[in-house]
């Protein structure tokens, strides 16, 4: 029962985080949304008792996303204007969503995995607590330091133009 | 069932990236609309590997993301090609190319 709890918070968080990568009209706000949902599906690893691949994801988390970073503060000057249909967004997701999941939902399809059940495991949950904690503690620490000192590079050249303003 | 509901899940991030691809004219979001889709690429991968199959997934993964970081320079190469010539992430506005 925890595990299906866990497993429902980690999903929401993974498709509010890709909703608001479009919702978002600043380009560092929508790269961050995606670092968090690189964040997550690290989580969902961790409970599919894949550490090592929840490590790589954090990596590619840090090294990736902060990429998009730089690219979408570049380009904040390029990217003001209303870039998103949400209606069509929605109407899409919905209609590509039940296509996908029809059969599976209406047991046409049915998956022929093992037995092998993740509850049964009871590992997966546990392993959080090992050594994989320190690797999610370093992933938080370095991206929080990418996006901090980017944030305080966008304040230093706002406080610059400023400045350049007045004296002229 | 529980692995019905990690199918379920990356399904719903897969339609919501390449719906995102769709509904979007932004070029930056775009790219990151197609990161969404490659995400639940890998989880629905390591779904399939975790409850069905004895093999290494490492190389299908490694090949994900080796999409994911090619992607990305593809990204900043056109990005500084549009950069020089002042163009906007507009895609709409792409025609421009053509002069």
């Known amino acids: 029962m925890t595990y299906l709890i866990l497993f429902a918070a980690v999903s929401v968080a993974a498709v509010l985080s890709s ?18 949902l ?8 961790v409970m599919l008792n894949q550490p090592l691949l929840a490590i790589i994801q ?30 069509a967004l929605v109407v899409l997701w919905l209609t590509v969503f039940a296509a996908m999941s029809y059969p599976l939902l209406s047991g046409q399809a049915q998956f022929q995995g093992s037995s092998r059940n993740v509850l049964d495991t009871g590992s997966a949950v546990s ?35 400023v400045r350049r303003g007045v004296t002229r | 069932m529980i692995s019905e509901f990690f199918m379920i899940l990356s399904f719903a991030l897969f339609a919501l990236g390449i719906s995102g691809v769709a509904a979007t004219r932004h070029f930056l979001l775009m790219i990151l609309s197609i990161e969404v889709a490659l ?28 999409v994911a970081a090619a992607e990305a320079m593809v990204l900043i190469a056109f990005y500084r090609y ?8 507009d895609v709409t506005r792409l025609s421009k190319f053509k002069e």
Do not use: C, P
Request: aromatic share 14%; glycine share 4%; charged share 10%.
């Open chain 2, 39 to 66: 995400v639940s690429a890998t989880l629905l991968a390591v779904t399939f590997f975790y409850y069905s199959t004895q093999g290494n997934i490492m190389l299908l993964l490694f090949s994900i993301w080796g």
């Open chain 1, 58 to 87: 954090l990596f590619i988390m840090i090294g990736g996303i902060s990429t998009f970073l730089f690219v979408g503060v570049a380009s904040a000057s390029l990217s003001h204007f209303r870039h998103t249909r949400m209606i």
């Open chain 1, 127 to 161: 392993s959080l607590n090992s050594s994989i904690s320190l690797f999610y503690i370093l992933a938080v620490l370095l991206f929080g330091i990418a996006l901090s000192s980017i944030i305080l590079l966008k304040k230093i050249d706002t406080k610059s133009k």
């Open chain 1, 38 to 45: 690189f964040f997550v599906n690290s989580l969902l690893f």
């Open chain 2, 82 to 89: 549009m950069s020089r010539f002042e163009m906007s992430l």
């Open chain 1, 19 to 36: 909703l608001l990568v479009f919702l978002f009209k600043d380009m560092l706000h929508a790269a961050t949304a995606l670092a968090v």
